[in-house]
Structure formats: structure tokens, C-alpha cells
């Protein structure tokens, strides 16, 4: 059960990392080689790691990502984005003759459609992790967590983390997880993941489709989050508009709403939200109600510039927000 990392945190990210081009206004495409006037675009630092990872950066945490781009524009992009919000990417590894993922987002008022490239994401490995926490250990800095996002698009990273995770924390390391969805639709391998995490946070709709792969069909919402919280971890729902919500194993629902606030793009305010419960877990936040509070704050705030990174709160921006 993850507990308060303490003041000394240092947080590991794993995943993807690219930049997203959003686009706003009429963005539901016509086919037949009609041309459509958009209201906005902008190329922003994406990709669920890159955004958590920079969140937490934001919000004060010693914070180091382990991804892949690719040798061209769009990957020194992709760093440089990240180094300016803090984030240590001397752990980001160029690959050769790859193209640098992408993601165009077609983001409406309410909802969103995402299109993403792979790319160079898909190169990352367990091992490019297991490098990481050990050269800092060797350096005397070791990091106390790992988080680790978009496991369906990375399936070489996936493959290894179950033992990763296993090893990591039989040496200490806590680990989160937030699986992004599965565009498969088959939701494999967390069965054997979700006993070593200490923490999973999926919104709704995966919470619905993991639920259903861990306890079977037809569990309502919290049904699905005891089934996966059996297993081990606290469960940290993104319920959207509603805020959040988290769950401990054989322990009562606790929730949080989040900010009403004139929405400009929704884009990774999941993953800001991530970021929020982190690092209150990471500045010693030890009760579910107040790690939420910064959770849902980060995540709501997120929100009111494109992009998932535009708009990220910042500890000042939490304390201004009434507990």
C-alpha cells in the first residue's frame, strides 16, 4: 500500500513521450476532399508519461522520464519541451532511423478523439528502467517511485514490467500505474501486474474495462474498482467533470469533486491529475481525501489552455484552492 513518499521523493516516469498537434473547432473530419476551417492548432508537449512527468515538475518533484523519440525534429521538440518543465531527460534515449511518435488530438468541448503514430515510443524497455534506477542508486540519489503510463501502446515495456515491478518494490520502490486504453480492446497482462502496484489510476472507461477483465462483466463502477483493489493496489479513479474517487481494499470510498472552471481542452488532464496525487503522496499528503484534493485540482486546472501541459498547476496555484 503505497504510503507518503517523503520530502526526499524522486519520482521515475516510464512510457511514451512525443508531441501532440491539437486541433480545435470543427474537427469531426468530412470525407470526399471537403476542407474544413479549424478554430485553432497548436503543437504541444504530449503523450501520457510526458505529461505526468512534467506535471510533477511543476508541482515541485525531483522527476527523471525513461522513453525513446526518435533522431529528428519532432523528438528534439519532444526533449527540449520537457527539460524547459524541468523534467531530467538524461534518461530519454535517441533511436536511430525512427520517426518520433505523434498524436493529433480532435478535441470538441466535451469529448476528444486522439490518432497516434507510435513510432519511435515503442522502442522502450523494461531494461532501459531497470538501467535507470540503478545508475542513480549507484550515483546515491535513488529513486523512491515509479509511475508508469500508456502500457497498451508499449507492449516490448509491458512485456517486462510484471517482474520489473516485483523487483522494484522488494527494494523499496513504489509503483503506479495508469495503463491509458487499450486499443486492442483485449486488456491482457494486468492480471499479473496489478498485485506488485500500489497504485492505479485509470478513468471511467478503463476502470469499466479492467474491471470486467479482472472480475468479469457487468460490475458497476465500484464493484470493478474493489475487484482490481483485491489485488493489491489503492484504486484512483478520474471520474471527469465528478472529480475523483479512490478505493482501498475492503475500505470505504473516498471522493473528491473538482473545480468548475470555462474548459478550453481536456487534453491530459488525466495525466495532470496523476501528477497531482503523486506529488501530494510525494510532499507527505498521507490521508486519500487530501492526496485527491491535489489530484483533482491539478486536473481540473490543466484544462483551461490547449494542450496537457499549458496550464499545469503549480504549488502556489494548490494552495489558493480551499481544502
Known amino acids: 500500500?503505497?504510503?507518503?513518499?517523503?520530502?526526499?521523493?524522486?519520482?521515475?516516469?516510464?512510457g511514451d513521450a512525443n508531441v501532440d498537434l491539437v486541433l480545435t473547432g470543427d474537427v469531426v473530419p468530412r470525407f470526399g476532399q471537403e476542407e474544413q476551417l479549424l478554430d485553432g492548432s497548436a503543437l504541444v508537449l504530449g503523450s501520457s508519461a510526458g505529461i505526468v512527468a512534467h506535471?510533477?515538475?511543476?508541482?515541485g518533484v525531483?522527476?527523471?522520464?525513461?522513453?525513446?523519440?526518435?533522431d529528428d525534429d519532432l523528438g528534439r521538440v519532444t526533449t527540449d519541451r520537457l527539460r524547459e518543465g524541468g523534467v531530467?531527460?538524461?534518461?530519454?534515449?535517441?533511436?536511430?532511423?525512427?520517426a518520433t511518435?505523434?498524436?493529433?488530438?480532435?478535441?470538441?468541448?466535451?469529448?476528444?478523439?486522439?490518432?497516434?503514430?507510435?513510432?519511435?515510443?515503442?522502442?522502450?524497455?523494461?531494461?532501459?528502467?531497470?538501467?535507470a534506477v540503478t545508475e542513480a542508486r549507484d550515483s546515491g540519489r535513488p529513486f523512491t517511485h515509479l509511475h508508469v503510463a500508456a502500457w497498451f501502446l508499449l507492449p516490448e515495456l509491458a512485456a517486462?514490467?510484471?517482474?520489473?515491478?516485483?523487483?522494484?518494490?522488494?527494494?523499496?520502490?513504489?509503483?503506479?500505474?495508469?495503463?491509458n486504453w487499450d486499443p486492442a480492446g483485449r486488456w491482457q497482462g494486468l492480471a499479473e501486474a496489478l498485485p506488485?502496484?500500489?497504485?492505479?489510476?485509470?478513468?471511467?472507461?478503463?476502470?469499466?474495462?479492467v474491471g470486467a477483465a479482472v472480475g468479469g462483466p457487468g460490475l458497476d463502477d465500484e464493484a470493478a474498482a474493489r475487484a482490481i483493489a483485491a489485488l493489491g493496489p489503492v484504486v484512483v479513479v478520474k471520474a471527469g467533470r465528478d472529480g475523483g474517487w479512490s478505493v482501498r481494499d475492503g475500505e470505504a470510498v473516498v471522493a473528491h469533486p473538482g473545480l468548475v472552471l470555462d474548459v478550453v481542452d481536456t487534453t491530459g488532464a488525466g495525466d495532470s491529475f496523476d501528477a497531482g496525487w503523486l506529488a501530494a503522496a510525494g510532499a507527505g499528503v498521507a490521508d486519500?481525501?487530501?492526496?485527491?484534493r491535489w489530484a483533482t485540482t491539478a486536473g481540473s486546472l490543466s484544462t483551461r489552455a490547449a494542450g496537457g501541459t499549458g496550464a499545469q498547476a503549480t504549488r502556489a496555484d494548490l494552495a489558493e484552492v480551499p481544502a
Open 196 to 209: 506488485h502496484v500500489d497504485a492505479f489510476l485509470p478513468n471511467l472507461e478503463e476502470l469499466r474495462a
Open 101 to 131: 511518435g505523434l498524436s493529433v488530438i480532435l478535441s470538441g468541448p466535451d469529448d476528444r478523439a486522439i490518432l497516434t503514430d507510435v513510432g519511435a515510443m515503442t522502442a522502450v524497455r523494461a531494461d532501459d528502467v531497470r538501467r
Open 160 to 179: 517486462g514490467l510484471p517482474a520489473l515491478f516485483a523487483e522494484l518494490r522488494s527494494e523499496g520502490v513504489t509503483v503506479s500505474l495508469d495503463t
Open 88 to 98: 531530467d531527460v538524461g534518461t530519454v534515449r535517441t533511436v536511430p532511423g525512427t
Open 62 to 70: 525531483d522527476v527523471s522520464l525513461v522513453a525513446c523519440v526518435g
Open 55 to 59: 506535471g510533477l515538475a511543476r508541482l
Open 288 to 292: 486519500d481525501r487530501g492526496r485527491l
Open 1 to 14: 500500500m503505497i504510503g507518503a513518499l517523503g520530502q526526499e521523493a524522486r519520482v521515475l516516469v516510464a
